[in-house]
C-alpha cells in the first residue's frame, strides 16, 4: 500500500487549513477570554 499517496496535501491546501485553525483558535480563545472577563467582573 502506498500511503504517500493518501496522506499527501498541497501547499495551497496545507495554508487554508492554517488559516482555518488560527480562526478557530483565535474565536475561541476570543469567547473564552470574554467569559474570563465576565466572571471576574461580576
Not at 482555518?20 to 467582573?41: C, I, M, N, W, Y
Amino acid at each position: 500500500m502506498d500511503e504517500m499517496a493518501t496522506t499527501q496535501i498541497s501547499k495551497d491546501e496545507l495554508d487554508e487549513l492554517k488559516e482555518a485553525f488560527a480562526k478557530v483558535v483565535e474565536t475561541e480563545f476570543h469567547r473564552v477570554s470574554q467569559d474570563g472577563l465576565d466572571l471576574l467582573t461580576s
